[in-house]
């Protein structure tokens, strides 16, 4: 019998395998897709603060990012450069693949083209039901760990229930020239309630994407078209679209189970990144099932704790990201070029190099909305903006 079984091999279940593998625990780590996985819809951005804090200097990076254009609606841009690297953009399948084979190298033991079907649980143990290759099994473990993304059924499966909001995400592969720093557009022509990017990853590619409520695909295509006719792109390949959870799962745990990563909405609100916080999931899910395996207790009420801590650490975070999304989604294209003009013009920019966090936004966002203008344009009274409170 195994202590743990990790499904999912995306940054949240392969980081919480190398965790527990460390610890000497016995880990079983299953993926459906074969690895390494053939393209993965996602930009591989990851800031510094995750590079360090879980030591991902061996991870080969494509490109450095320290500064960003941001595009209005009218087409008035506004330059945002770092003095240093603000993140690093990475090939997410070899992301993937590094932070997979790093888990195994601790001791954790791993199948790929092993889907989960179901998942029993009972007084004494967790039964995982795999499908592999034509063949069925079960395997045991003393505890389990959903990692299998948004929308995994195995949530439900196991009477939780996913995050109900969620934002469609498009994406494709551009290949030509002068794909020289990250663009970011916004507008509800291009990306309504949202934004979209263009990204250089080097030797003449780059990734156009974009996030929106619905029709990801229409407004993708309308950027591409629009971005055809301003730069040189001469080919375009890969475009895949794909959903990504808006807000916190109600609970992410239950006896012998816990939820980590996507599967729990353990992704900023502001960019839907969701590397960073899976990550971070999943370092508090292995403190958690390392006293539960020592205690030998896997109730619902050890594992509550892991609910406590990960929503104390994400929780204030992701719930004003809601509130600001939200917000702006009601802003018109010409209050959106306001907003340019208020942050060119009125002396922001000391502002936001001060409280500028890749990973955490919720101190830049109470900084400017300090400023009458910026709470004037969005219609914000001070006291609306309580991120303490989980709604
Ligand atoms: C277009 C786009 C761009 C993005 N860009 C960024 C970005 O730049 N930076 C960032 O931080 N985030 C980004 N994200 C979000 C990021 O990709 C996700 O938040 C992240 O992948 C979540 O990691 P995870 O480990 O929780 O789940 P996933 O990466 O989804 O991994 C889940 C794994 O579980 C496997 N699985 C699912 N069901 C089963 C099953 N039943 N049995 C076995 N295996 C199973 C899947 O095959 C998958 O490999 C982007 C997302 C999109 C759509």
Redesign the pocket.
């Known amino acids: 019998m195994f202590d743990a079984i990790i499904?999912?091999?995306?940054?949240?279940?392969?980081?919480a395998a190398y965790l527990l593998a460390k610890m000497r625990y016995k880990v079983l780590l299953?993926?459906?897709?074969k690895t390494p996985?053939q393209s993965?819809?996602?930009?591989?951005?990851?800031g510094l603060e995750a590079f360090r804090e879980f030591d991902l200097w061996d991870v080969p990076v494509l490109n450095r990012i320290n500064k960003f254009k941001f595009i209005s609606p009218s087409g008035k841009p506004f330059i945002y450069q770092s003095d240093s690297d603000l993140a690093f953009?990475v090939d997410?399948s070899g992301f993937?693949y590094y932070l997979t084979s790093r888990a195994i190298s601790a001791g954790a033991s791993f199948l790929d083209e092993?889907?989960?079907?179901k998942i029993l649980i009972d007084e004494n143990e967790v039964n995982v039901c795999?499908q592999s290759k034509g063949r069925s099994y079960k395997l045991r473990a003393k505890v389990g760990v959903i990692?299998?993304?948004?929308s995994?059924?195995?949530v439900e499966m196991v009477g939780l229930k996913s995050p109900l909001r969620f934002i469609e995400?498009?994406?494709a592969d551009v290949y030509g020239s002068g794909f020289d720093h990250t663009d970011v557009y916004l507008g509800n022509r291009i990306a309504p309630g949202s934004f979209a990017w263009l990204?250089p990853l080097g030797n003449e590619r780059g990734?156009v994407?974009l996030?929106t409520e619905k029709n990801s695909v229409q407004h993708l295509q309308f950027l591409l078209n629009k971005l055809k006719a301003e730069k040189n792109i001469s080919r375009v390949t890969n475009l895949?679209?794909?959903?990504?959870p808006l807000g916190l799962i109600p609970k992410a745990f239950t006896r012998r189970i816990l939820v980590?990563?996507?599967?729990?909405g353990?992704?900023?609100t502001t960019?839907?990144?969701?590397?960073?916080?899976?990550m971070i999931?999943?370092e508090i899910a292995a403190q958690v099932l390392k006293k539960a395996i020592q205690k030998n207790r896997f109730d619902e009420e050890i594992l509550h704790q892991y609910d406590q801590l990960w929503r104390a650490k994400l929780g204030p975070e992701i719930q004003l990201g809601l509130k600001l999304r939200e917000m702006y989604s009601h802003l018109s294209d010409s209050k959106i070029d306001m907003l340019f003009s208020i942050v060119s013009m009125d002396g922001l920019l000391p502002l936001i190099k001060k409280n500028l966090n890749f990973d955490w936004h919720k101190g830049l966002i109470l900084s400017l909305i300090t400023k009458p203008l910026i709470r004037r344009l969005f219609g914000i009274k001070l006291q609306n903006v309580d991120c303490t409170q989980e709604s």
């Open positions: 499904i999912g091999s995306g940054p949240a279940g392969s980081h299953i993926e459906g897709r996985k993965i819809n996602c930009s591989g951005i990851i953009v997410r993937d092993s889907w989960v079907r795999i990692a299998a993304g948004y995994s059924p195995l995400a498009a994406q990204i990734l994407g996030t895949q679209h794909s959903v990504i980590v990563g996507e599967a729990a353990q992704v900023k960019t839907n990144g969701g590397i960073y916080y899976g999931g999943a």
